[in-house]
């Protein structure tokens, strides 16, 4: 094919993607938790399922093949690994381009994603284990422009100027009453003599009553987040400045689950690289990580504004 002809080819391409995607630019209509949960269906719960569904008949096939009980449990973990594997592999490409392609704030839903487990971080090797076709390579090429530009600023007129945060009562409350019933079943184990688990249960049941009581009772705002800065219990201020990567998020560790607020205080006159981890656990908290996430990007946009007119 003459050279030419290859090059009309690429610019047609170019041009026909490039008006298609100036029109979804227009069209943005993907909010970053709606792009997201289309990922979790796509790359996180049919993978999980296809994994369980590989698993079950497949160990059962093997053995019904006459395989070892502890070869075919091993073959089922392979074929249901390989289904869900192979699933992600070849939609993750996909996933990527609708949403990024649809959604306005392209570094917010990355970091979301990433931190959700439904894609890898830039460098990391699972990267490599997606398969892309010719097509999605161009029209990613392309997508990967609106990463240049900033998220655009969130804006909920209805936030007040500092939103207060305060221990959940009702959950204290019925978390109280249900320690003083494990402290109630470890004393009738004592009187069954058993007295090492009842000791235990009546000590542990004790102090989670005593600890979750005084949660309930406590009048005063255990998280300030605000326009100038994020407040936390202890009396100590951030003002947005000094404030880098906040985030709250569901953390994951092995079966448990964390509502957690994280970010880093730095000092604009010392060195970048020194900071300072803040974590804060929400979990007995009046609001979710969702919704704290909700109000940083808000009061941190509103600083922002307002240092932008000064």
């Known amino acids: 094919m003459p050279k030419s002809q290859v090059s009309f080819k690429l610019t047609s391409f170019e041009l026909i993607f490039g008006l298609s995607l100036n029109f979804c630019k227009t069209m943005e209509n993907y909010s970053v938790e709606y792009a997201l949960r289309k990922g979790r269906i796509k790359l ?11 698993l079950g ?4 096939g093997l053995v019904k093949l006459n395989f070892h009980p502890g070869l075919a449990a091993l073959g089922g973990f392979l074929i249901g690994a390989i289904l869900a594997w192979l699933w992600w592999s070849f939609t993750s490409a996909a996933w990527k381009i609708d949403a990024f392609g649809n959604t306005r704030n392209v570094h917010e839903l990355r970091q979301k994603a990433i931190r959700e487990k439904l894609i890898y971080p830039e460098g990391h090797w699972g990267n490599k284990t997606e398969i892309w076709s010719q097509e999605q390579r161009d029209a990613w090429s392309l997508i990967e422009k609106k990463f ?14 500092v939103t207060e945060i305060y221990f959940a009562k009702r959950k204290n409350y019925l978390e109280t009453a249900g320690s003083i019933l494990l402290s109630g079943l470890g004393i009738w184990l004592l009187t069954q003599e058993s007295y090492i688990i009842g ?12 600890k979750n009581y005084k949660e309930a009772t406590n009048p005063n705002a255990q998280l300030t987040i605000g326009e100038n800065g ?9 003002s947005w400045d000094k404030i880098v990567n906040e985030e709250a998020y569901r953390d994951v560790v092995g079966k448990n689950a964390y509502d957690v607020l994280e970010f ?7 060195e970048p690289e020194l900071y300072e981890d803040e974590r804060i ?12 996430d909700h109000l940083l990007r808000v009061y941190r946009s509103r600083y922002q504004s307002k240092k932008q007119k000064k």
């Open 264 to 270: 880093q205080i730095i000092d604009p006159e010392e």
């Open 148 to 161: 240049e530009k900033p998220d655009e600023l969130k804006v909920d007129g209805s936030l007040p100027e």
């Open 44 to 54: 996180s719960y049919i993978p999980v399922a296809l994994f369980i569904s590989g």
């Open 230 to 238: 994020i407040s936390v219990a202890n009396g100590n201020l951030y």
């Open 199 to 210: 000791g235990l249960l009546v000590l542990g049941g004790l102090y989670g009553a005593w």
């Open 57 to 60: 008949p497949g160990m059962i």
């Open 281 to 292: 656990e929400l979990e007995e908290f009046t609001h979710s990580a969702e919704e704290i």
